[in-house]
């Protein structure tokens, strides 16, 4: 804790302290070079549990701070452990991140679906529909063919877009 006081509605900083588990994996992580493999076992040696089974927090912890401070970008071997992504291994990620974007959106807006829409009290409703509409539009947004005119557009212009141009772009 600090001794700072805090203003009316002012809220403290978190302070994350890395256990000592996150620590060690993230040491290791930091000396991965690109290309490099480091399995699950190796990882579940460093902490003496198994990363996979019960100790996956420290393991999270450690290669969200990796990626963070660092800049070092793992991507997953199936069943075996983690590899270290050089740049176009990066960029090629995207496509898989867009695709889980894309089916969390969908569960989402299913989601809302459950609820009676018709027992709502009005401020629940507007939320509802809120939602929807956010989450309608990031399906929308993530379809291939609204990708492919989204990379048109910045093949023109050889660089990322402002948001202006990017929304303007999906329009047929």
Partial sequence: ?????????????PTFAMSIDAKMIYER??????????????????????IRNGAASPFYSARRRAENLDGIVFGTIVNEGIVRLNDEEIVESGEDLLRRCRRGARRGFKRLTRADYDKLPEPLKVQHNTYASVFNA???????????????????????????ATLEAFKK
């Fill in 1 to 13: 804790m600090t001794d700072e006081i805090l203003a009316p509605g002012q809220k403290a900083k």
């Fill in 29 to 50: 992580l930091q000396k991965a070079a690109v290309g490099e493999k480091i399995s699950y076992e190796e990882l579940s040696a460093i902490v003496q549990r198994d």
């Fill in 138 to 164: 990031l399906v929308a947004a993530s379809k291939p063919s609204a990708v492919k005119r989204i990379e048109a557009k910045v093949g023109e212009a050889r660089q990322t877009l402002p948001l202006a």
